[in-house]
């Protein structure tokens, strides 16, 4: 997949959810979006991308991937 | 003239309260009070002669025919004028009525061919119905006067002809034209002999105002306005009611045939979508289902860059089975998916799903309504609870104001359109939202009260403005809001809006709408007290287009404009089963009923009818699919109805795509752009062929009932049948009922539905089950679906895609009323003589700077790509915007729109692209290179062999 185009795909969903006050709630909800909305190889994908320093993602973003890795 | 079936009772009916008895010819009746003595007769069996009543239009009065004796009342009064009386006692024959009677009638056919044997409407013709039951057979007067005969007929209407020896001017046409349609493109001008129906100012039908809707020809007591098919093909044996499949208003249809094939295709008067009207492409443009560019044959090519190769069925299905089971097994199961196709019937969607999550064990399904209306049901699933509009469409003639917002019904939905003018007429107010000034913001006898000029990807900052207003100026219906709603869901996005920076003077500068404009708007809103709105991709089809979508919901939910007639909010939906495709489970992440996969239990109940277990994660998205074929993860794609090559956001990606995968099968009626990526090509059957269910933009379950043989020997869903079959799946059904029976033992909403049902009730708005038999008209009434009404908060996030230097215009796109999304039904008709290319619409202070006339041919570029096409000045737009269509492959606008998509359901950003606009000195070159450009996309000849 084209990190690129997954990197700001997330971030797009991040600054949806970024009008939520508590951030970890907002970074619950971004996970969320992505468990519900994300095939598993475009998780993976993003996934790993942070793992490999997650260049691209806002803070929020980083908050929401790094939920789905647990 | 009427569907052949029809019985004309002369006026409308009525709805008055009460009814009143009395008597017609020595027998008793009891009608509606306010009924006419004509339809009172009618209904009581007694036929009174009439020529210029018909029941689609309220009584005139100009025949004279149709005069009856009442007891103690002086003369003669015209029976479709007077309307019934307690204790009234009418007689409708007598010497002297007859008497009256030829006498009028000598008149008319004074002036008329009495060639009867040789006109269209033989048989039909109510002149010659009357004469008959006169006993006249020729006028008594002598000839020689003054008369209109002779005149000649105008044929320019590809589809109608008008013959002025045959008219009698009874301004049936013209009324139907005010009335039925509200173009007022007709008129009688003359007097006496002189008299004559007029197109515009005395223009020929095609140059005229004149739509083409055909409610006059249909109207029309005589052989004056005829169908030319009719006149071509002879009188119609026999009809069947279907559903059109263009637009998403799901007109209801008798389809009128004879040994020659579709006479003509007659709106259905009990049809609760359209009540007897119908537009240019329904009720005439249906020529493509028989046209010579349909492929019969399956078709079958090793590489995209072989020709076709003609196949049996029992091969190409064969193929594509054993090419699926290949993939998969070197690439896994997620390699491979499926489209469906928003102009197939749910039956046929809801195989296409079951075949990609049952047979090939994936939920790699997706569907067209990815790139149109996907932001409407992940915002009001959000929102109220349920992934559909709220009302039906005869809810409008209940607004008191009116909002449509990123729509353009007279053009996109012309039926809707044409009622919902009827009510503007009648005195609501209208506020329209939209980059441009479309047709209903000033069209004959309608103005809108307010229309919002915004700039192309603002919505969400206008519709939080208007909040503010309504919040702020103590407009909102509290008491709704925190009984209907989550109280601290409203209490937090109310505080949102309530902010100084969402008002609108501090949004002034984003939308481009004058603050007081906006104030203006949501004052007018927020009074109602019957408030309606009604949008269009002009709100899906952006970045933010599930928030825009919310911003709509919190805005009706605020102000208690929900759950009741009148109100509500409704997406015009683009294709006829748009809505039926969603509910179908084509997404990737849901089944029927829109039920998460992630679902055990429904799961469960999935996997004990199918009998095979199913995915619980959810599958590639239309884009996802792309681009998981361009890093070699998805190889196989069985593409029900679709032509992603000119309808889906940067074309080059799109193709780029296609020609990564190894298996392409495409299911259509025509080699369409994205053929030529195809490897298998299996010939579909248009609407005609078929039996099955379209669901309308209000949820109506309509019956589409074969009218025809499917022509190249396989309906759609005995395709996907046979390939489920193949690749070992026992998927069996007799009948699309059974299949229908099958959806509803497993979707909550459709539990109640059946063909038999259908057929009784003519036609059925989910949710159909114990609670609501008989279905579900308005949505939400006393309490949401999920509930409690949720608000959420819509921050505005401007677009990435903005105007820079080198590309200063905002380009956003749409379609018009003659041509049909990417045109391949419509482009096959005579529609051509209305539009026969795309046009960039410009404003002309951008066209002047650029040297740019009308009709030049321009280039239009942006950061994707670039193409040519003619440039039209218009004021339509501000300066800064233009707009153009994508129906034509020729211009393949799609070339220059974006990869931006909605943040939640990624439904491409097709109203905001940033390009600019340059006059070409030499045209030839820029279309030769689009030409090349687009053969080189085209790898090989597609000729069949």
Known sequence: MNVERLVAMVNDIASFFASEPDPETAADQVAAHLQRFWEPRMRGAIVRHLAAGGSGLTPLARSGVARLQK | MYAMDHRDLGTPACVAAGEVRLEIDGHEITVPAGTSVMRAAALAGAAIPKLCATDTLEAFGSCRMCLVEIEGRRGYPASCTTTVAPGMKVRTESPRLERLRRGVLDLYLSDHPLDCDTCPADGHCELQSVAAALGVTQSRLPSGGASQRGMPPDVSNPYFAFDPDTCIVCSRCVRACRDVQGTFALTIEGRGFRSRVSASQHEPFLGSECVSCGACVEACPTAALTEKSRIAKGSPVRAVTTTCAYCGVGCSFKAEVNAKGVVR??????????????????????????????????????RISDPWREVSWDEAIGRVASEFRRIQAKHGKASVGGITSSRCTNEETFLVQKLVRAVLHTNNVDTCARVCHSPTGYGLKSTLGE????????????????????????????????????????????????????????????????????????????????????????????????????????????????????????TEAITGVPAALVRSAARLYAAGPNSAIYYGLGVTEHSQGSTMVMGIANLAMATGNLGREGVGVSPLRGQNNVQGSC????????????????????????????????????????????????????????????????????????????????????????????????????????????????????????????????????????????????????????????????????????????????????????????????????????????????????????????????????????????????????????????QSEDRLEIHPDDAESRGIQDGDWVGLSSRTGDTVLRATLSTRMTPGVVYTTFHFPETGANVVTTEYSDWATNCPEYKVTAVQVVRLENPEAWRARRRAEREARTPAAVSAT
């Open chain 2, 583 to 834: 509910d179908m489970g084509s997404f990737p992440h849901e089944f029927s009923g829109y039920r998460h996969v992630s679902d055990a239990a429904t799961r469960e109940l999935f996997e004990d009818s199918w009998q095979v277990p199913l995915a619980s994660e959810p599958g590639l998205r239309i884009p996802n699919m792309f681009e998981a074929a361009l890093d070699g993860s998805f190889r196989g794609l069985y593409i029900q109805g679709e032509d992603f090559v000119q309808s889906d956001p940067n074309t080059r990606h799109v193709v780029a795509a296609l020609s990564a995968m190894e298996c392409v099968v495409l299911q259509d009626l025509f080699l369409n752009e994205t053929s030529h990526y195809a490897h298998v090509f299996l010939p579909g059957s248009s609407f005609l062929e078929k039996d099955g269910t379209f669901t309308n933009a209000e949820r109506r379950i309509s019956r589409v009932r074969k009218v025809m043989e499917p022509l190249a020997g396989l309906a759609d869903w005995e395709i996907t049948m046979r390939l489920a079959q193949s690749l070992g799946y026992p998927m069996r059904y007799a009948h699309p009922s059974e299949i229908m029976q099958e959806i509803a033992s497993l979707t909550p909403t459709f539990r109640g539905v059946s063909y038999e049902k259908l057929d009784r009730l003519g036609s059925i708005q989910w949710p159909c089950n114990d609670r609501a038999p008989e279905g579900t008209p308005t949505m939400h009434v006393g309490s949401f679906v999920r509930g409690k009404g949720k608000f959420i908060v819509t921050e505005y996030v401007a677009t990435p895609e903005r105007a820079t230097s080198r590309f200063p215009l905002l380009l956003t796109t749409g379609r018009v009323l003659f041509q049909y999304n990417v045109g391949a039904q419509t482009r096959r008709t005579p529609n051509l003589a209305w």
């Open chain 2, 265 to 302: 295709m007659v709106p259905d008067r009990a049809g609760a979508a359209n009540h007897g009207h119908a537009c240019v492409k329904g009720r005439f443009a249906y020529g493509y289902t028989t046209h010579s560019d349909r492929v019969l044959k399956p078709m079958i090519r090793e």
């Open chain 2, 387 to 506: 992934s559909a509009g709220t009302q039906n469409f005869d809810s409008v003639a209940k607004a008191d104001v009116i909002v449509v917002i990123g729509a353009n019904p007279t053009d996109g939905h012309p039926v809707f359109g044409s009622q919902m003018k009827r009510r503007l007429r009648q005195g609501a107010r209208l506020i329209v939202i939209d980059p441009r000034a479309i047709d209903i913001v000033r069209c004959p006898h309608v103005e809108a009260d307010v229309h919002l000029q915004l700039r192309p990807g603002t919505n969400v900052a206008l519709v939080n403005a208007l909040a503010h207003v309504v919040v702020t100026e103590g407009l909102a219906d509290e008491a709704y809001a925190e009984e209907r709603c989550e109280v601290d869901s409203y209490r937090r996005w109310r505080a949102f809006v309530s902010q100084a920076r969402v008002s609108p003077e501090a």
